[in-house]
């Protein structure tokens, strides 16, 4: 279990990392290159160069979003610079010797630190390590502690030329209350003067733990310390420590024989990391402060780490995940004007997003290269090429699982398409999946290949003519604007290609576009006011882009009637390599009257949902709705870190940050029938009661305000939707404030592995401060420090809350008696006399605990008649025979 062995180990720094390096750091705005050295701490959480002055800067690695090399580093535009590298001299290598460090809060406001090594193919392994220690996922999972520790290296870091610490480098760190921050040096025997300063030598980590508990305080730490303490001793013994982490630091639902009770000897290795006394380790008593450290330990994570690790069965078909998907990837901001961006399908790629949208629209003379960009409206334009090219290289930094390139194709030049053809085939090279393969070939009843067999390929989703039968019937009111084929022509797997016609007819369709380009813009504006889009003026796929389509191939969505039909037909039709988009609204339309359907549908074949045409403020849709219908591409605006990209990125972290979550074996198997809004119970799925109480917060605001706390559940429809929040603490208090309320309990999650716990921290005027996602089957129960994340995603670093989660199978109140007397016979039983000889000595009748006739009170009653003696021999038959009834009634 977690508290004696972690998952997760911390990421380990390379030597030559924190022994340094010599580069030559450089800024095209300042057109300054200096000297400097680069350096990884040896504990992994800052990467900081040294200039020759002895200042220094410094570089989260929790902040850190990528690391390039060679030709994909940043390149100084200035000529000052370029001079400096001889960078228009031939047989320069320059490109041998490039490092770009790129850092940001979001994915859109970031920042590119170039380096330049004096020794060639130094910046590949700097830029690779790197990116190694800021993907770990301890680094944003990281426990208490190691936050804390953090601030401590960096305090020990940031030294005055003296090479001490300034004592206002506290106030930095810790501006909430001054006062506080002054009291707390006092009570180490610290200078707290703003031009003092301290010797590193006298704030060992022991110094800094003491300076901590003076500053934040734990009362509510002692309360649970004091409630399994010896009585009139200060400390704990191991044995109560044990009893203390079955008790309370375990979930009762695991197995004893599985995961065995901690043993008093096992837990002495916890004492012995976390006492601060060495005489209460050598007595085996843990202190009141030893207490507060090993609940901020790594052992007592509030995550189930393995979940962060790869564990999901890869090797199911494709359509079996829910896919990590963007929408209208290449914008930076709405969807009406503003900048489109390459960088955003690398940044989109890196923080685990495996399936990315490209509108593409014909290039103007004289190059006519195809673009990317947001049709009829004023966002501007970013080079096919260069989209391309981006992906190329980011597409598996971060999963090696494949990429999905959502085509929105307007591009209606047959040249120009092939012009792009070519460009996926030259730049992707062998990550592009040209052909279908062998063991999965393109035929009706053939499922999808894996994620593992396509693990490093890119797929393209494209209109493709390759379909049989007749034209596609007219499209439904309302229905979907994505196409297979083009209009009125019928195709076939034997369809011959007109090669060189459809060259020549090229000039003819120019002519005709230039001819009608007046009411294509008018019913162009029409579809960018639909919620539809642009997508329904997609244009034919000619022969190059269509031969590069296989496994993700567009239809037009009819209804589930028809696609039933189409199963139904000797598996004639029945496709899954064929995929539908719908939009939000569409989606929910047909969720909330065919919701059964919807999810067989998503059984067979995959759907893509995607915002309506009219958010045009790039705000996004809650996804979990169509996470419940089995969608397996959800897609949302990834520029925008509103509540439900937050709930997306939250979820995605997990699987190893594949980008490919399985989806529950009742959105999977054909024989099993799923209904998202059913509000009952899901057959052979035991419901789980979630109950969390906050209890403080410590350093939530670098402020002194009232703060208060959220905490809602996402998950099914029939999930308890209430959203709960704490009362404002009691004063301006944002270092340790405490919250004495009642659990908020969520009594029946239907489906846990669904639904995701969201606890969010505000300051008094509803003012954002930081909030946790995380999926209600990783979470661990017990006492825990939930480190709180930014609106993006990002670690905070000094903010948490700390609280006390507890998980129990749900069970209905008319089953609360069967549910103890299985659980602890005995007692039962015991009380059940009481009951009875009191109510007899009251003149009243006797009462069978079960209904006379069920198998349980025969069972049990059966037992409890053959030990009447009470003897440990009777008591022994009463729980074997308590148990063996259990194992029948489930």
């Given at each position: 279990?977690s508290?004696?062995?972690?998952?997760?180990?911390?990421?380990?720094?390379?030597?030559?990392?924190?022994?340094?390096?010599?580069?030559?750091?450089?800024?095209?705005?300042?057109?300054?290159?200096?000297?400097?050295?680069?350096?990884?701490?040896?504990?992994?959480?800052?990467?900081?160069?040294?200039?020759?002055?002895?200042?220094?800067?410094?570089?989260?690695?929790?902040?850190?979003?990528?690391?390039?090399?060679?030709?994909f580093a940043?390149?100084?535009?200035?000529?000052?610079?370029?001079?400096?590298?001889?960078?228009?001299?031939?047989?320069n290598?320059?490109?041998?010797?490039?490092?770009?460090?790129?850092?940001?809060?979001?994915?859109?406001?970031?920042?590119?630190?170039?380096?330049v090594?004096?020794?060639?193919?130094?910046?590949?392994?700097w830029?690779e390590?790197?990116?190694?220690?800021?993907?770990?996922?301890?680094?944003?999972?990281?426990?208490?502690?190691?936050?804390?520790?953090?601030?401590l290296?960096?305090?020990?870091?940031?030294?005055?030329?003296?090479g001490?610490?300034?004592?206002?480098?506290?106030?930095?760190?810790?501006?909430?209350?001054?006062?506080?921050?002054?009291?707390?040096?006092?009570?180490?025997?610290?200078?707290?003067?703003?031009?003092?300063?301290i010797n590193?030598?006298?704030?060992?980590?022991?110094?800094?733990?003491?300076?901590?508990m003076?500053?934040?305080?734990?009362?509510e730490?002692?309360?649970?310390?004091?409630?399994?303490?010896?009585?009139?001793?200060p400390?704990?013994?191991?044995?109560?420590?044990?009893?203390?982490?079955?008790?309370?630091?375990?979930?009762?639902?695991?197995?004893?024989?599985?995961?065995?009770?901690?043993?008093?000897?096992q837990?002495?290795?916890?004492?012995?990391?976390?006492?601060?006394?060495?005489?209460?380790?050598?007595?085996?008593?843990?202190?009141?402060?030893?207490?507060?450290?090993?609940l901020?330990?790594?052992?007592?994570s509030?995550?189930?780490?393995?979940?962060?690790?790869?564990?999901?069965d890869?090797?199911q078909?494709?359509?079996?995940?829910?896919?990590?998907?963007?929408?209208?990837?290449?914008?930076?901001?709405?969807?009406?004007?503003?900048?489109?961006?390459?960088?955003?399908?690398?940044?989109?790629?890196?923080?685990?997003?495996?399936?990315?949208?490209?509108d593409?629209?014909?290039?103007?003379?004289?190059?006519?290269?195809?673009?990317i960009?947001?049709?009829?409206?004023m966002?501007?334009?970013?080079?096919f090429?260069?989209?391309?090219?981006?992906?190329?290289?980011?597409?598996?930094?971060?999963?090696?699982?494949p990429?999905?390139?959502?085509?929105?194709?307007?591009?209606?030049?047959?040249?120009?398409?092939?012009?792009?053809?070519?460009?996926?085939?030259?730049?992707?090279?062998?990550?592009?999946?040209?052909?279908?393969?062998?063991?999965?070939?393109?035929?009706?009843?053939?499922?999808?290949?894996s994620?593992?067999?396509?693990?490093?390929?890119?797929?393209?989703?494209?209109?493709?003519?390759?379909?049989?039968?007749?034209?596609?019937?007219?499209?439904?009111?309302?229905?979907?604007?994505?196409?297979?084929?083009?209009?009125?022509?019928p195709?076939?797997?034997?369809?011959?290609?007109?090669?060189?016609?459809?060259?020549?007819?090229?000039?003819?369709?120019?002519?005709?576009?230039?001819?009608?380009?007046?009411?294509?813009?008018?019913?162009?504006?029409?579809k960018?006011?639909?919620?539809?889009?642009?997508?329904g003026?997609?244009?034919?796929?000619?022969?190059?882009?269509?031969?590069?389509?296989?496994?993700?191939?567009?239809t037009?969505?009819?209804?589930?009637?028809?696609?039933?039909?189409?199963?139904?037909?000797?598996?004639?039709?029945?496709?899954?390599?064929v995929?539908?988009?719908?939009?939000?609204?569409?989606?929910?339309?047909?969720?909330?009257?065919?919701?059964?359907?919807?999810?067989?549908?998503?059984?067979?074949?995959?759907?893509?949902?995607?915002?309506?045409?009219?958010?045009?403020?790039?705000?996004?849709?809650?996804?979990?709705?169509?996470?419940?219908?089995?969608?397996?591409?959800?897609?949302?605006?990834?520029?925008?870190?509103?509540?439900?990209?937050?709930?997306?990125?939250?979820?995605?972290?997990?699987?190893?940050?594949?980008?490919?979550?399985?989806?529950?074996?009742?959105?999977?198997r054909?024989?099993?029938?799923?209904?998202?809004?059913s509000?009952?119970?899901?057959?052979?799925?035991?419901?789980?009661?979630?109950s969390?109480?906050?209890?403080?917060?410590?350093?939530?605001?670098?402020?002194?305000?009232?703060?208060?706390?959220?905490?809602?559940?996402?998950?099914?429809?029939?999930?308890?939707?209430?959203?709960?929040?704490?009362?404002?603490?009691?004063?301006?208090?944002?270092?340790?404030?405490?919250?004495?309320?009642?659990?908020?309990?969520?009594?029946?999650?239907?489906?846990?592995?669904?639904?995701s716990?969201?606890?969010a921290?505000m300051?008094?005027?509803?003012?954002?401060?930081?909030?946790?996602?995380?999926?209600?089957?990783?979470?661990?129960s017990?006492?825990?420090?939930?480190?709180?994340?930014?609106?993006?995603?990002?670690?905070?670093?000094?903010?948490?809350?700390?609280?006390?989660?507890?998980?129990?199978?749900?069970?209905?109140?008319?089953?609360?008696?069967?549910?103890?007397?299985l659980?602890?016979?005995?007692?039962?039983?015991?009380?059940?006399?009481?009951?009875?000889?009191?109510?007899?000595?009251?003149?009243?009748?006797?009462?069978?605990?079960?209904?006379?006739?069920?198998?349980?009170?025969?069972?049990?009653?059966?037992?409890?008649?053959?030990?009447?003696?009470?003897?440990?021999?009777?008591?022994?038959?009463?729980?074997?025979?308590?148990?063996?009834a259990?194992?029948?009634?489930?």
């Amino acid at each position: 279990m977690s508290l004696l062995n972690p998952v997760l180990q911390p990421p380990g720094v390379k030597a030559y990392l924190s022994q340094g390096e010599r580069f030559i750091r450089w800024d095209d705005e300042t057109t300054i290159a200096s000297p400097v050295i680069l350096r990884v701490d040896p504990k992994g959480y800052y990467l900081y160069w040294t200039y020759q002055n002895k200042e220094m800067e410094f570089l989260d690695i929790t902040s850190i979003r990528d690391t390039r090399f060679g030709k994909f580093a940043k390149m100084p535009k200035s000529q000052k610079l370029r001079d400096v590298f001889n960078m228009d001299f031939p047989d320069n290598n320059f490109l041998l010797k490039t490092l770009t460090v790129v850092s940001g809060p979001d994915m859109v406001d970031l920042t590119f630190h170039n380096f330049v090594s004096y020794k060639e193919n130094v910046g590949k392994d700097w830029a690779e390590d790197v990116l190694a220690l800021a993907k770990h996922p301890l680094m944003a999972n990281a426990s208490r502690s190691t936050f804390l520790d953090k601030s401590l290296v960096k305090l020990k870091m940031q030294l005055n030329p003296e090479g001490k610490i300034p004592v206002k480098n506290f106030f930095q760190m810790f501006p909430a209350d001054r006062k506080r921050v002054e009291a707390a040096l006092s009570a180490c025997h610290l200078p707290k003067g703003k031009n003092d300063a301290i010797n590193p030598e006298d704030f060992p980590e022991s110094v800094y733990k003491s300076f901590l508990m003076s500053l934040c305080p734990r009362p509510e730490i002692d309360e649970i310390f004091t409630s399994y303490h010896a009585k009139a001793k200060p400390y704990m013994t191991k044995e109560h420590l044990a009893k203390f982490i079955n008790q309370k630091q375990r979930d009762s639902r695991l197995n004893s024989l599985l995961f065995p009770l901690a043993r008093p000897d096992q837990v002495q290795g916890l004492i012995d990391k976390y006492e601060p006394r060495g005489i209460n380790v050598q007595r085996g008593q843990l202190s009141p402060e030893g207490m507060v450290w090993l609940l901020c330990g790594p052992e007592n994570s509030v995550l189930a780490q393995d979940k962060l690790l790869l564990h999901h069965d890869m090797t199911q078909p494709l359509n079996h995940y829910f896919i990590n998907s963007s929408h209208n990837t290449y914008l930076t901001a709405g969807q009406f004007s503003g900048l489109s961006s390459a960088e955003m399908y690398r940044q989109v790629l890196l923080a685990g997003c495996r399936c990315v949208e490209l509108d593409c629209w014909k290039g103007k003379p004289p190059d006519e290269e195809p673009i990317i960009t947001h049709g009829f409206t004023m966002t501007t334009d970013i080079c096919f090429k260069e989209a391309i090219e981006a992906i190329a290289e980011s597409a598996f930094k971060t999963s090696p699982y494949p990429v999905i390139l959502s085509f929105e194709n307007h591009v209606d030049s047959p040249r120009q398409q092939a012009k792009m053809a070519e460009y996926c085939r030259t730049i992707f090279g062998d990550m592009l999946l040209t052909e279908p393969l062998e063991k999965f070939p393109l035929k009706p009843g053939i499922p999808l290949p894996s994620p593992e067999d396509l693990r490093g390929k890119i797929l393209i989703k494209n209109k493709k003519n390759q379909f049989s039968g007749p034209p596609a019937p007219s499209q439904e009111p309302g229905g979907e604007a994505e196409g297979s084929g083009p209009p009125n022509v019928p195709v076939g797997e034997d369809t011959v290609w007109a090669g060189e016609e459809g060259a020549e007819l090229e000039e003819e369709e120019v002519e005709e576009e230039e001819e009608e380009s007046g009411s294509l813009d008018e019913e162009g504006m029409k579809k960018m006011q639909s919620d539809e889009g642009t997508a329904g003026l997609e244009v034919t796929a000619y022969k190059e882009m269509s031969s590069l389509v296989n496994y993700v191939q567009p239809t037009k969505f009819i209804s589930f009637e028809s696609s039933a039909r189409e199963l139904a037909c000797s598996g004639e039709k029945n496709r899954s390599y064929v995929i539908s988009s719908f939009t939000e609204l569409k989606a929910y339309d047909l969720l909330s009257k065919f919701s059964v359907q919807f999810v067989d549908y998503n059984k067979r074949q995959m759907s893509r949902i995607y915002p309506k045409g009219t958010r045009m403020d790039s705000s996004n849709y809650m996804p979990q709705m169509f996470w419940n219908a089995g969608c397996q591409m959800v897609a949302l605006n990834f520029q925008t870190m509103d509540l439900p990209m937050q709930q997306n990125m939250a979820l995605f972290e997990f699987n190893g940050q594949s980008g490919y979550l399985l989806k529950h074996e009742f959105m999977r198997r054909l024989d099993k029938q799923f209904n998202p809004f059913s509000v009952d119970r899901i057959d052979v799925v035991v419901a789980t009661t979630l109950s969390i109480t906050v209890i403080s917060g410590q350093f939530l605001s670098e402020r002194s305000v009232r703060t208060y706390v959220e905490v809602e559940l996402f998950g099914l429809p029939g999930d308890p939707k209430r959203r709960y929040r704490t009362k404002l603490s009691p004063s301006t208090n944002s270092i340790n404030p405490v919250w004495k309320e009642e659990p908020f309990v969520f009594e029946k999650i239907l489906m846990p592995e669904l639904a995701s716990l969201r606890v969010a921290v505000m300051e008094d005027g509803n003012k954002f401060l930081g909030h946790r996602i995380i999926p209600v089957n990783a979470l661990n129960s017990g006492y825990h420090h939930l480190c709180l994340h930014s609106e993006s995603n990002m670690p905070l670093t000094m903010p948490a809350l700390f609280v006390f989660l507890e998980m129990k199978d749900y069970v209905p109140d008319t089953w609360a008696d069967l549910t103890v007397a299985l659980t602890n016979p005995i007692k039962f039983f015991s009380a059940h006399d009481k009951s009875v000889k009191l109510k007899e000595a009251m003149g009243g009748l006797p009462e069978n605990p079960f209904p006379l006739g069920s198998p349980v009170a025969r069972q049990v009653n059966g037992a409890s008649a053959l030990t009447s003696n009470g003897s440990a021999a009777g008591a022994k038959a009463r729980e074997e025979a308590t148990r063996e009834a259990a194992g029948k009634a489930c």
